[in-house]
């Protein structure tokens, strides 16, 4: 006769028979537990972190059904399946890297230069470049524009860009103008300036003259409309006139004891 079939998840009570009896242990693949454990790449780009652990079962001996998960930002990288081992201590590891994002930086229209170009990854801020990737002559860089004319200012140098979007920049340029000092026929006039368009000159220090008192600086020869350096901005090549005042003296005579003045 068969004998009966026993599990060990079970206690069973048997009348030994009159005889010698064999039992044989069949072993079958059991469910067990493992650990499938998500990294997203840090913001310094040289590591990884653990975001997420899941525990998931299968059988013993076969092999793990580990799946990536859907992070915003981040992709998945690819990953081995693994065999299920019956102690439980089975791990599978998925790694996510940031998703990138090309900013490149174009000479626009007016510009002279090379493109070049960043990576920003996504969650972590981008520092732009400053001046200097591109020229215009008489123009200066004082920012970065969507627009290939550079005619809008979107970003400053240096700034910080937080999309999470590929963009093309190119230079936003100011004019710049020359201030030149005229003494207006007496001292030595200040050197010259050059001044974006838009922005103040610095006041000079003033001049000086023998016998002449200095009154400031002035649109015109005639010194009618004073130049106001804390208020007026440059909006094209200027030319400023000093004024001066002849220092009265008086003069005094005496003769036989009598004093004249003149």
């Known amino acids: 006769d068969a004998l009966p079939i026993f599990s060990t998840s079970a206690s069973y009570s048997v009348t030994m028979p009159d005889e010698d009896v064999t039992y044989t242990a069949i072993f079958v693949p059991g469910t067990v537990s493992y650990t499938v454990k998500h990294y997203q790449q ?12 899941e525990t998931k079962t299968g059988t013993t001996g076969s092999n793990t059904a580990a799946s990536s998960k859907t992070y915003t930002g981040f992709t998945a990288q690819s990953f081995s399946q693994t065999t299920i081992a019956a102690d439980g201590t089975t791990v599978v590891n998925i790694y996510y890297n940031r998703n990138t994002y090309t900013i490149t930086y174009k000479k626009g229209q007016y510009g002279t230069g090379s493109d070049v170009t960043d990576t920003k990854l996504y969650g972590v801020d981008l520092t732009l470049r400053g001046a200097g ?22 970003y400053d140098l240096e700034g910080t860009y937080t999309a999470n979007s590929a963009t093309t920049l190119y230079p936003y340029w100011a004019q710049e103008f020359t201030v030149t000092f005229n ?34 600086w002035y649109r015109e020869a005639a010194c009618t409309n004073v130049w106001n350096f804390a208020t007026d901005v440059v909006t094209t090549n200027t030319i400023l006139y000093a004024k001066w005042t002849a220092i009265q003296y008086t003069l005094t005579v005496a003769t036989n004891n009598a004093a004249y003045g003149s």
Not at 42 to 53: K, Q
Not at 187 to 213: D, H, I, M, R
């Open 42 to 53: 840090n913001a310094a780009a040289n590591g990884y972190d653990l975001y997420e652990t």
């Open 133 to 154: 990737l591109f020229t215009r002559s008489g123009y200066q860089q004082t920012g970065w524009s969507t627009n290939n004319k550079g005619n809008s200012k979107n």
């Open 183 to 216: 003494a207006n026929g007496h001292g030595t006039a200040p050197a010259s300036q050059t001044v974006l368009s838009g922005a103040k000159a610095t006041e000079p220090t003033a001049p000086t003259a023998t016998g002449y008192t200095f009154g400031g």
